[in-house]
């Protein structure tokens, strides 16, 4: 066999082994956070088992390559002992979980505890240690097998690099977007599994064909060749360790960075794998071809070094703009299943852009590294297993310290700064050490590093943190147009005021001080950029999920709750009597963010009945023993990597499990963001689980599910004496439920439509965890569920088995409690509000007087766009509230709006009633409300009465200067009325002069910008 041939197989079955190298990686860590957990003490033990097995296996496998007469053949071994263990691991790993969790329960170690997680430690050396050994051996192996001199040497290693990060690339692409969401997790393994086998067949075939003279020991090197001083050697082993470690910073800062942009989802996870790995098989592919030119390759490696720190420099600045750029890149695309792929790429290229650079001069380092550290063929094993081990336990440090020492500490922007300086330190390890450094060249290079680096991180200035915070990823699904500078950008967010603000070890958490629906200030928790709860506008879902099973439920005494958030729902549950209540909550730092909701949360945690848990959820749920009344699950959207885990049918039987006979279990759903196909999918996987189940509508696009192992106890009079309760009532009255019926009528379906919704069909299981891919997708698409409301029972006319239904047969409703529920429903987003406008309808008809329900019901009317129904309410209102300025000017402006398509220069327009109205809001104000002379500016503006528009719009002005101005109305806005009621009464060069500081107001405004060149363009006697 030709050389050329045996280098092409080697290759191609190289790119194989890194492909299933990365699937392998992909499918064990999902495999491992189904008992382990997604915490970031159990995803830290998992990698360091997984990165020193490679760097044992690189290191063992090295030095046996020396002494094997046909280290072909160990490597045929290697693949075959891959594959043949894989096909067993799904078994062996489902055997280790069962005893695992028997000896937690036999010695009743909390979850949490120390012993478990060294526990924990201990299973996944046993489940990973052997695979991963026999992986890190494959390159040094391969490099000897086809290595007859040290040059050679020194490219194969390039090569063979280039080869195994390419096909991991393949493979992170082929099992995160291919092979899990189609296949599930067991057939992947399998499939995986069969390649490798398929691998060590084929070495074995090549080992039979290649005849090869070993070279001996005794051998030297040709005088072409490179040799390296001792120090020189044990220098590029530092900077292979050393480089690792700061690889790994940077590769962690960057997910860390990136994930409040892109979002948390699977893909988004892979993509940034992909894009840092490519980087790397660039580097390695563009070093083969120039290794063995380079005349002094220990400098060289001083070059690798200070092209990833000074590459960093020179990028650090942008990244907190990072965000800024996402938004336009990301409304490139219109939103379809069809650009989803596109999406995707898009998102590659943004992260490869960031990475590219770094990752090219850290793909050059190690093949360099490893030449430089082989002194003979006799050792090349060893000398290559050894820069590999070295470096592979440095990236295992690099990753405990970043995720668990220094961004926690310090925050990620610095964890990067410190990667660049371990970075300057090698070059400067390498500048002092090299046998043949010139003194000057080792001051300049010193000199001119420090003083690059150095200037770079003075003048990076620190990246707001409302901007980070701002998950943009959301913002690209609006379709508002993209900002057109920073600085209007991050002006969108400065204004929150932020309240806290962590980058702990799982997550960067904040509490930021927003507005919510309805313009009311409240606390918003934000996680990775997304916003996870808040204490007005999630304030009934939060509520509710907590309330709903403790009122069904007979004697709820023992609760389960997942997911602390702002501490709400668990306060919820603890306005009951129970005994105690365990909440398991992933996020140290969320725990610390929940002290800024105690208004409205009650501070659960100080309650001497709550049990405080740091624990991934469904790892305490399988290591726990207790049963429990209730089960409360309001994990965050399933779209998010990890938690579409807390969606399957294993979880779900697993909370059966862990339900009393008589226990509920709630469950929060969404239906924004989503399509109809994603939530049948959930839903039935809930249906699939739980033989008795209802829904319930917590906001208009929230919803709750409740399950049960029997039928769900239906007692009014227990609810009843429930919600008269001190606590509960305090709890329920913030969300406008104070009685029986009103609750009732949250209930959207029993079991009958929800079967007919959800139909038959695919489950979310552990092993084809369907939630989350699909998720993400829908995420992006936003198109919104178009069959899921027409199932809601309330709207229906047949007979029902509702809790309200049943109510109603034996409980007659009174007006007032009607009213209550037209209220609720009608409010946005509390509710359906087509039910609500009906219900309010039918108590106007018998009560036209009832304020609260007519302005209610007015609201609804023009949400619904019955609008002639509308401004008959408003007039009502009017005569009922002759002296609310508020009330006067909705109606006397939605009249005029109504009124003025139906006028013209020919018919005319009396609009004496109109004026009369608008300026008796303005007297009942007593002249304090900014938008009350807005209105009636606008009145005179569009009735041609420039003069008293002008007149109209300088008072508002004057009046923002003194009150509070209203929020609805910026001052560019009103400058630019001002201006062109000024234009058109004949006074361009006032209106000039205004438009002018409108301009300066808001640059970003584009009517602004065009009426004020427009203007300009007359005052200057051209057209244009």
Known sequence: ??????????????????????????????????????????????????????????????????????????????????????????????????????????TNLPSDSVTVLAMKFVLSLLTLLLPTVLMGGTLPVLVKALSRSLEDAGKNVAVLYFLNSFGAVLGSAIGGFAFVPILGLRASMFMTATVNLAIGLGALFLNQRVSRTTASGSETAPEAEQVFAGREMSVALVVAGVSGMAAMLYEIGWVRLLIPILGSSTYSFSLMLIAFITGIALGSWIVSHFIIRVKNLFAFLAVCQAGVALALCATLPIYGRLPYYFVHLGKILQRSEATYPLFLTLEFVFCFAVMVVPTIFMGMTLPVASRIATRSLSVLGKAIGSVFSINTWGTVLGSILAGLVLIPAVGIKHTIEVGIGLNVLMVLLVLFFGTSMPPKVRLAGTFALFAVTALSLLITPNWSRSVSLSGVFRLINRNAPAPKSYSSFSGMFTRQKLLYYREGRSATVAVVEDRDPAGRPQQVLVVNGKADASSSGDLPTQTLVGQLPMLFHPKPDSVFVIGLGSGITLGSVLAHDVKWVECAEISPEVVEASKFFHAVSHRPLADPRTRLHVDDALAFLKLTPRRYHVIVSEPTNPWIAGIGNLYTTEFLQQCKQRLTADGLMVQWFHLYEMDDETARLAFRTFRSVFPYMTVWQSLTTDFIVMGAKQPIAFDPAAIKAKLEAERVQASLSRIQITDVPTLLSLQIMTEEALDQYVGPGALNTEDRPLLEYRAPRAFFVNRGNLAFFTYDERMSFRNNELFLTQYLAQTPVTAEEWSRIGVLHATFPRGNITYGYSLLAAHHAAHADSVAALEKLAAAAEFLGRQEECLRYRQRLAKLKPNDAATLERYAWQRFTYDMPRASSTVGYDGSEIEALLKRSIACAADTVDRLRVRLGDFYYKTLRFAEAEENYRKALSIREIHTPDPGASQDDLLLRLSRALYHAGQADQALTYAAQAWLENPENEQVRTFFLYLRSINNGTNH
């Open 1 to 106: 066999m030709s050389n050329k041939t045996l280098q092409l197989t080697v290759a191609l079955l190289f790119i194989l082994s890194g492909i299933t190298g990365l699937i392998y990686q992909i499918v064990w860590f999902k495999y491992l956070s189904l008992f382990l957990g997604n915490t970031t003490h159990a995803q830290t033990v998992v990698l360091a088992t997984f990165m020193g097995g490679l760097a044992i296996g690189a290191w063992l496998w090295g030095r046996r390559a020396d002494v094997a007469k046909q280290p072909l053949l160990v490597y045929a071994c290697l693949e075959l002992g891959i594959g043949v263990y894989c096909l067993f691991y799904p078994a062996f790993i489902g055997f280790l979980r069962e005893a695992f969790i028997s000896l937690v329960h036999a």
